[in-house]
């Protein structure tokens, strides 16, 4: 119950140990241009889509490199700060305090304030803190101010809603390991006109093959994709489990996903509520659908707990007591992930049983089966 990788089904796992397609013919063609149909409409979007290989920091790291000139100034938050002053760019950091969501009238007021900004690249949920950004308030405030919107889907693609072309998102960045259920290693993209013609219009340059996204819109091997619908040799056995589990999604319906998955964070908030634990986020109203941060209660052993879960009762939850960033006032927190086949009674309820033991383990005053009766009720409820 991490929040990514997360649990692959088993009939995806047996699909991949058969053996590894070709990059190219008419099966493979038909397969990719299936599943670019398939993000399409999770992502609801009549954008150009493609894949890149690599975890999800490839997509980032190629739309800010592809999109951003040296010069350009640019509104970023924590996910893309780093890449775009890589790039050159001049960056106003609008990264809100922990725990909050960041609100669309600050992006309004930096955009008229800092004039001629070229892009707006942010999360769309804050996986660390487990907060969910307004991108359907935001991308109109974006566009009418003329700059391109990128957002960080990497923990939200397959699991919150995206409504890409009605939210005005320029490109949508993302990965296969979170709630696409897929594992790690490929990363789906979604590229609209107005970011093409940022692009197509630079000064200068893309300063590299593997992250320049042209290359992926018509890849220089044959711009006809009869022959190679990649630029590279993809991570063929990835995409085909990842059209499988689009599939899987497709038959069960886009919006009953995303229902599982609000359901699934609302009940396991309610759950370590009626724990007396607090949560991170500041207000529930941003509370993220894939992923909850618990503040760690004072004066319990962090350590002891999340090794009992994991040694005594088989549950791997979010930060391992060596990881030491705290980004509230040096307070210990823990995640866990709920998204993708986790997003479900049949993963939450066991697990905030085995939570309710370790806590119990560390002398935390819980009463057994309170939390998973919290959290039954949501469920029940639906
Ligand atoms: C929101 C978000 N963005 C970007 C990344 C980086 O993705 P990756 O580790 O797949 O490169 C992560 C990683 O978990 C993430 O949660």
Redesign the pocket.
């Given at each position: 119950m991490i929040p990514?990788p997360t649990e692959v089904a088993p009939d995806i796992l047996r699909g991949m140990s058969s053996p590894v397609p070709a990059h190219y013919m008419d099966e493979w063609l038909q397969l990719y241009k299936d599943t670019l149909r398939m993000l399409r409409d999770l992502l609801q979007s009549e954008n150009d889509m493609f894949i890149m290989t690599g975890?999800?920091?490839v997509s980032?790291e190629g739309a800010i490199c592809s999109l951003v000139e040296p010069g350009d100034k640019v509104l970023a938050d924590e996910?893309f700060a780093d890449y775009a002053r890589l790039c050159g760019a001049n960056v106003v950091d609008v990264t809100p305090p922990v725990g909050e969501t960041l609100n669309p009238a600050l992006i309004q007021d930096a955009l008229r304030k800092e004039k001629d900004v070229k892009i707006v690249a942010i999360?769309h949920?804050?996986?660390w803190t487990a907060v969910t950004h307004r991108i359907d308030l935001i991308g109109e405030i974006v566009e009418k101010e003329g700059a391109i919107f990128v957002i960080?889907a990497?923990?939200s693609i397959g699991g919150i809603e995206i409504k890409t072309d009605k939210w005005h998102v320029d490109v949508v960045a993302s990965?296969s390991?979170k709630a696409l259920a897929v594992p790690?290693g490929i990363a789906p993209v979604a590229v609209g006109k107005r970011a093409w013609e940022k692009i197509e219009n630079r000064r200068e340059p893309i300063r590299s093959m593997y992250l320049n996204f042209l290359n992926y819109r018509k890849p220089p091997i044959d711009p006809s994709w009869t022959w190679h619908p990649t630029p590279n040799t993809p991570a063929t056995t990835l995409i085909r489990a990842l059209s499988q589990s689009l599939n899987k999604m497709h038959e069960e319906g886009f919006q009953n996903v995303f229902k599982r998955h609000e359901v699934t964070g609302r009940a396991v908030r309610e759950g370590f509520k009626a724990a007396g634990l607090r949560l991170l986020v500041k207000d529930e109203k941003w509370a993220s659908n894939t992923v909850t941060a618990v503040l760690w209660p004072e004066g319990y052993d962090y350590t002891r707990f999340w090794r009992t879960l994991y040694d005594r009762y088989s549950l791997m939850i979010g930060n391992p007591p060596e990881q030491t960033f705290h980004p509230i006032e040096g307070r210990r927190y823990f995640r866990v992930g709920h998204m993708g086949n986790t997003a479900s009674p049949k993963y939450v309820l066991p697990a905030l049983g085995r939570i309710e033991a370790a806590l119990k383990d560390v002398g935390y005053p819980v009463k057994p089966g309170e939390m998973v009766k919290a959290a039954q009720e949501v469920f029940l409820s639906g």
């Open positions: 990514g975890s999800g920091s980032l996910a999360l949920n804050v996986t960080d990497v923990s990965a390991q790690p």
